[in-house]
């Protein structure tokens, strides 16, 4: 680390230079490892985004729908198509059965909720105060950017989780043979 100039020499002892070096290769080893799964999940983001928009924009068309019902039902078929697209292509989900799937799909919608949620709280508190903390074109930039990292991980440590236990698997398999008892 110190040839690469990241740690100013005389500021660390040589210990601290070691734990840090490390830290900065474990980050670089967890970017490199998933690498092609944040790709992978940005291609698919900037397609769920178009379907959000085009879905808008087919319901706003002969003007039936209002822009709050057109806006509540496009989220909704981008979030089913994000779920989808997350769930075989990125996070590659091994859960199998209505049970498991449907389990995945109510975890998927209800982290999208509280994500969202959190879109509207940041919102809310970068646009409070006269002036406001930050222009609101750039507020919404960055709340953007909280939601998407926000997502990525509440979709890699909750929704698409791997199994963590045998006690788990168990759990699962009774729950599709159940499904398969139907």
Not at 19 to 24: T, V
Not at 54 to 67: E, G
Request: aromatic share 16%; glycine share 4%.
């Amino acid at each position: 680390c110190k040839s690469l100039g990241l740690i100013p020499y005389p500021k660390f002892s040589l210990f601290d230079e070691l734990i840090i070096c490390e830290f900065f290769k474990k980050i670089f080893e967890l970017i490199k490892s998933r690498f092609k799964q944040l790709v992978s999940y940005g291609f698919w983001g900037v397609c769920t985004t178009g379907v959000n928009v085009l879905a808008y924009a087919l319901l706003r068309l002969d003007k039936t729908f209002s822009v709050a019902a057109s806006t509540a039902i496009a989220w909704v078929v981008a979030v089913l198509f994000a779920f989808f697209t997350n769930r075989i292509f990125v996070f590659h989900s091994d859960k199998r059965g209505f049970a498991a799937v449907f389990k995945e799909m109510a975890m998927f919608f209800a982290m999208r909720l509280f994500s969202g949620l959190v879109d509207v709280g940041l919102m809310w508190f970068l646009m409070l105060g006269n002036p406001p903390v930050m222009p609101e074109s750039a507020a919404k930039i960055f709340t953007n950017i909280v939601v998407i990292v926000m997502n990525y991980f509440l979709s890699i440590f909750i929704v698409f989780a791997k199994k963590t236990s045998k006690n788990e698997e168990n759990i699962e398999e009774t729950e599709n043979i159940t499904d398969l008892e139907k």
